[in-house]
Every structure is written in C-alpha cells, then in structure tokens.
C-alpha cells in the first residue's frame, strides 16, 4: 500500500507567506500572557514599585483562599451532579430519559451571573420564598425565623455548579456510552449490584474524561467575576478588578492575574497527568454496548427526579425569574440604552467571531503547508487563551495597547499636528482582540479538525492542476469545511455575547454590551431593567446548546 503524504512538500528554501502568517497569529494569541508575566516580574526585574510584599501581608491570602475554596467546591459538586446525570441517562430507561439526555445541557444558556441575579431575587427577604413562608406560619419579620444566608460562598458554589456542571455531564456521558457492555455482564454475573458496578466499572474507565471536565469548570470559576462580585465573594478575580480600578495599581492587578496563570497552569498540568496515567482499552473492535436497564414504578420516577434537579436549578428557576421580571416591566424593551448594548454586542461579537474564525483557518493551513517546526511548535499555545480568564487577558491586552496607543497618538500629533486621540484603547479594538484570544481555542479546534477530515489527495490533485494555495484553499477546501466553520462561528460569537470580566475592563466608555447591561443593572438591585437583556443572551446561549446537542446527538 502507497503511503499517501499528509501535507504538500515546500519547494521554497524560505518561508511561505502562509507560514509567516501562522506564526504571527500565533504570537498575537499568545502576547497577553507574556504581557502579564512581563508586569507582573517587571518591578522585580527592574527594580520598581514592587507590592508583592503588601499583596502578601493583606489581601492576597484572603483572595487565593476564597478562590481555591470556590474551585474546590464547584469542581466537587459539579463532578457529582455531571457524573451522576451521565451514568443514570446512559445506564437506566426511565420516564422522560430521551428528553432529559438533552435537557440537561439546557444551563449552559444561562450565565453564571444571570444565575445569581435569579437566585437572590428568589430567595431574599422581599423575594417569594421567603414571604410565603412569613404568610404561611405567621411570622411578622425576619426575627422570627432563620434563613440561610443568600450572599455567601456557599450559595456561589451552588449557582456556578448548576451553571458549569453540563461540561462533566457531556464529557462523563460520551465516556459511559463507548464502555462495552461486556465489564458490567461479568459484574453483574459476579453479584455486585447496580452501585457497586458504578463504583468498580462504570466510574474507573471514566475517570479521565471526568477529569477533564472538572478541569474545565474549575477554569471557568476562576474566571467568573459576575456571581461572585454580587456575592460579595472576594476572589483572585475580584482582586484583579479592585486592585487596578479602584487603588489605581496596573502592576498589583498584573502580580494577581499571574497568580491565577499559576492556578490555570496547574490545572491544565493535573489534568493531563491523570489521563497520562489512567489508559483504558476496548478488547474488541466491535464491542457491544451496556444494555440499559429498564426502572419501573418508584424507581423510574426518582431517576427522572433526579435528573430534573439539576435543570430546575440551573434553568428553570433563572430563566423563570428573568422572564417575569421582563414580562413585568415591558416597558424596559423600549429601552434606547438596551438597543444600543443590543447593536454593541451584535457588533463587536460578530467580527470577533469572524476574526477568530478566519485566523483559525489561517493558522491551521499554514502549519499544515509549512514544514518547518516553530509554526508547529506554537499552535498548541494559541490554546492558552481559552484557559485563561477574561480578567487576566484585560490586564494583557490594556496595559500594553495603552502605552501602543499613546506612543501612535504622539507621533501622529508630531507629524501632523492633529490630535487623533486614542484610537485602539478608545474604541471596541481592545475588546474584539479579548474576544478573539480568549476563544481562539474554539475555532482553531474546529478547524484543524475540519482539515484533518479532508482527503489530503484533494488539495494535491488541485495543486497537480497548477492551482495556487490559496485557490485550493478556496476552491478545495472551504466548500468541505464551511458547516464546521459555521458552527466554530456561531459558538465562538455566543462565548463573546456572554463574556463579562474581559467586556468590563476594555469596553470604550459609555460603551455597554448586553453582558454589561445586566450586570451594571443588577448591581444597583435594578432586576427589572437587566431582565430584557438577560432574556436576550439567554436566547443566544440557547442556540449554541441547540448547536451542541445536535452534534452530540446520539
């Protein structure tokens, strides 16, 4: 059999303009976080202010102790309820199963933040619980009973976990389905019942994929800023914000976010250890699958209850509490203010998404083309972005594009003698640079895929026929990936409507997106008016999980 070569050999003893692009790219998407670490090390270096001593002394333990609590928390609870959702959808038939095979991605719609909104509202003094049980038992104030306290850790770990667990249910699901059935025969014929299958079999062969998850949802808490800011949770992001905004101290801010690359780093570093180590195999090609056992009666209600709680949680009761207090107050739709954030979002998200999507493509072809190392040494780093938080990548792309802006406005005005203001920091610029690194992961993702799945003897054919790279990208290549293109797209733009940290601190000002809108509303107590917004990044966040479960249809 002929070996058929995976990319077309170079016949230039330079590099390619498709090379030299892949690795521009690739350093764009990794600049922000050299940028922190270089701000973060500079006073040490360079001898300058250096606040690490002050950070340690006051406020630094307090933010890393919250902020490892929290992830604890949430990456314990999140594994519990994903896991559990997964083995019981892919084990049992029960009432409403098919159903809620796909219900339960539904809170990946929701923010976090919408998520807290929704609960305080719920749960506070004013709120329903809380006024009828005062009606049902006769209670005259808060005197008279004990409520748990809303605004606590506690209550954030239990709104992040309800919106973050689907990465483990998604991840943990796709592992039980491809076990054989084969494991769980020999169990049951050995009589180890249905937890101890779980515990023996089920959970073991799983554990990689369920690591991963729980990986991903402890960087998505480190990264969230909305939940914990409304309750009152002082976190390493939070430092991030109160550092740099309201002591006026870039280089703290950056000395903070370099703790929370640490954090992410060791993350990434635990994650791939564990699945270095836990290697699992199917003996046979064509294994049979786990026939899933059929509960009936009281058995098959508590199944579906169970899998109902975490949907309930995570998407009934926010969107159920936005959705009222924007039927309530219609009067909010007419809002100027929001169709502005409305026409901000659509704008800056959508070239963003464009953007990153058109760079994905390029860097994923240069690389296939080059045959040289570095691009290739580099487009695993582009991923970093995604795992960093949105406030770490504001430190990474502000300070520097400042000094950038002013340096260009300077020299303009030199020149010309016109002042030209700033024009990278003073527009969406910032914004749409956040967006396109912190999600490049996604779109480079679908699109080294969507390569890999084209015949490498296309291309070479269209190349035989005297077509350029870039016809055959056009004519060859596009016309067999551009409904994985669109998909990255649309995926990519619903992350950028729905990022918050990154949009609060390169937003131009008296420039709100929908994501801002509800978080500067819902910080003055104003529900009534961050409810239409909310409503509209819910309904974008629902087409991305239509997405998703289409693709993980089964």
Known sequence: ??????????????????????????????????????????????????????????????????????????????????????????????????????????????????????????????????????????????????????????????????????????????????????SEEVAMSLGVGAFGRFRRVGLPLARPAIAAGVAVVMMETVNDFGTVDYFAVQTLTTGIFSTWLESNNAGGAAQIASVILTLVVALVLIEKLSRRRSRHYNAARGHRPVRPVILQGRAGWLACALCCLPVLLGFVLPSTVILGHALDNAGAWADPALGRALLHTLTVGGIAALLTVLAAVFLVYGVRLSGRRLPRLLMPLTTIGYAAPGAVLGVGILI????????????????????IGLILTGSAFAMILAYSVRFFAIAQGAADAAFGRVSPSLPMAARSLGRSRGQVLRAVHFPLIRGTLASALLLVFVDCVKELPATLLLRPFNYDTLATRVHDQASLENIGDAAPAAILVILVGLAAVALLARANRS
């Open 1 to 182: 059999m002929v070996e058929i070569p995976t990319q077309i050999p170079r016949r230039l003893s330079g590099p390619s303009v498709w090379s030299l692009g892949a690795i521009v790219i690739a350093l764009l998407a990794i600049a922000p976080i050299l940028a922190v670490i270089w701000i973060a090390l500079a006073p040490l270096l360079q001898g300058g202010d250096n606040i690490w001593p002050h950070l340690w002394a006051t406020t630094l333990p307090r933010y890393l102790a919250n902020t490892l609590w929290l992830m604890a928390g949430v990456g314990l609870l999140t594994a519990a309820m994903g896991t559990g959702a997964a083995w019981i959808v892919t084990r049992y038939r029960f009432p409403g199963d098919r159903w809620l095979d796909y219900l339960l991605l539904l809170p990946l719609a929701i923010p976090a933040y919408v998520g807290a909104y929704s609960l305080v509202d719920f749960l506070e003094y004013a709120g329903p619980v809380q006024t009828g049980l005062r009606h049902l038992m006769g209670w005259t104030s808060a005197r008279d009973y004990w409520f748990p306290q809303i605004r606590s850790l506690g209550a954030a770990v239990l709104v992040l976990s309800a919106a973050l667990y689907p990465y483990v249910y998604l991840l943990a699901r796709a592992a039980f389905r491809e076990q054989a059935g084969a």
């Open 400 to 419: 520097p594009l400042a000094q950038v802006d002013h340096a260009l406005a300077d020299t303009v005005e030199a020149v010309t003698g016109r002042n």
